[in-house]
C-alpha cells in the first residue's frame, strides 16, 4: 500500500535537506516537468513568448533558487499542501520576478512585451498565482471536478495523464476546467459597494 503524498513529499524534502546521495536527482526527477509546464503557463498567461532555451534558463533559475541558502525553500515547506503545490506557488513567482527582471535589464524576451505592462491586465488565471484562492475554489467544487483542477493547475498535468489517474473520458476534461473557470471569475470580481443614501 503507497503512503500518503505529503508524508512522501516530507521524506523527499528531509532527504534534501539532510543532502543524502542521489536525493537531489529525485528531486529534480520528480518535479522538473511541473517547473517547465509553470513556466510555459505563466508567460503564456502575461501574453509573454518564450524561446526554448528562455524556458530553459528560467527553469534552472528556479532550481537555484530553490538549492540557494541551503535549500530555505524547501526547509519552509510545512507540508500543508503537497509538495507540487508549494512548488507551483514558489516557481510562479520566481518566473513573474525573472520575466520582470529580464525586461529590465534589456534581456531579449520573444516578442518584446513589456512584463509589467502585461501583469496590469488581470486574468481570472491570474487568481490562480494564489494558493489561498485556489484551495478556496477547490472546496467549493465537488469532488471529481477539485480532481481535475488540482491535477491540471497544481501538478501541471495534461488531459490524457488526467483521464488515466480519475478514469473520465479526456473530453470531459475541458468543460470540467471551464465550469471551475467560471467559478473562479464570479469569485474574482470586486463586491458591488453599497450607494449610500
Same mark, same amino acid.
Request: one cysteine or more.
Given at each position: 500500500?503507497?503512503?500518503?503524498?505529503?508524508?512522501?513529499?516530507?521524506?523527499?524534502?528531509?532527504?534534501?535537506?539532510?543532502?543524502?546521495?542521489?536525493?537531489?536527482?529525485?528531486?529534480?526527477?520528480?518535479?522538473?516537468?511541473?517547473?517547465?509546464?509553470?513556466?510555459?503557463?505563466?508567460?503564456?498567461?502575461?501574453?509573454?513568448?518564450?524561446?526554448?532555451?528562455?524556458?530553459?534558463?528560467?527553469? @534552472?533559475?528556479?532550481?537555484?533558487?530553490?538549492?540557494?541558502?541551503?535549500?530555505?525553500?524547501?526547509?519552509?515547506?510545512?507540508?500543508?499542501?503537497?509538495?507540487?503545490?508549494?512548488?507551483?506557488?514558489?516557481?510562479?513567482?520566481?518566473?513573474?520576478?525573472?520575466?520582470?527582471?529580464?525586461?529590465?535589464?534589456? =534581456?531579449?524576451?520573444?516578442?518584446?512585451?513589456?512584463?509589467?505592462?502585461?501583469?496590469?491586465?488581470?486574468?481570472?488565471?491570474?487568481?490562480?498565482?494564489?494558493?489561498?484562492?485556489?484551495?478556496?475554489?477547490?472546496?467549493?467544487?465537488?469532488?471529481?471536478?477539485?480532481?481535475?483542477?488540482?491535477?491540471?493547475?497544481?501538478?501541471?498535468?495534461?488531459?490524457?495523464?488526467?483521464?488515466? =489517474?480519475?478514469?473520465?473520458?479526456?473530453? @470531459?476534461?475541458?468543460?470540467?476546467? @471551464?465550469?471551475?473557470?467560471?467559478?473562479?471569475?464570479?469569485?474574482?470580481?470586486?463586491?458591488?459597494?453599497?450607494?449610500?443614501?
Amino acid at each position: 500500500m503507497s503512503s500518503n503524498p505529503v508524508d512522501d513529499d516530507r521524506t523527499l524534502v528531509q532527504r534534501c535537506l539532510g543532502h543524502e546521495p542521489g536525493a537531489w536527482n529525485d528531486f529534480v526527477d520528480k518535479y522538473v516537468g511541473l517547473l517547465y509546464h509553470v513556466v510555459r503557463y505563466t508567460a503564456h498567461l502575461r501574453s509573454v513568448v518564450l524561446r526554448p532555451e528562455d524556458v530553459e534558463d528560467v527553469v @534552472s533559475e528556479i532550481l537555484v533558487k530553490i538549492i540557494a541558502n541551503r535549500y530555505a525553500i524547501l526547509q519552509q515547506f510545512e507540508g500543508r499542501s503537497t509538495l507540487a503545490t508549494y512548488l507551483t506557488v514558489i516557481a510562479r513567482r520566481i518566473c513573474i520576478h525573472e520575466l520582470h527582471r529580464r525586461q529590465t535589464t534589456g =534581456q531579449p524576451i520573444a516578442d518584446g512585451r513589456k512584463v509589467a505592462e502585461v501583469e496590469a491586465r488581470p486574468t481570472v488565471e491570474a487568481g490562480l498565482d494564489s494558493l489561498e484562492q485556489v484551495h478556496q475554489l477547490l472546496t467549493r467544487l465537488p469532488k471529481p471536478a477539485r480532481e481535475v483542477v488540482r491535477l491540471f493547475y497544481l501538478e501541471g498535468r495534461s488531459y490524457e495523464e488526467i483521464s488515466t =489517474q480519475l478514469h473520465i473520458p479526456v473530453n @470531459s476534461i475541458g468543460p470540467i476546467l @471551464s465550469r471551475a473557470k467560471q467559478l473562479l471569475r464570479k469569485k474574482l470580481q470586486p463586491k458591488p459597494t453599497k450607494a449610500t443614501k
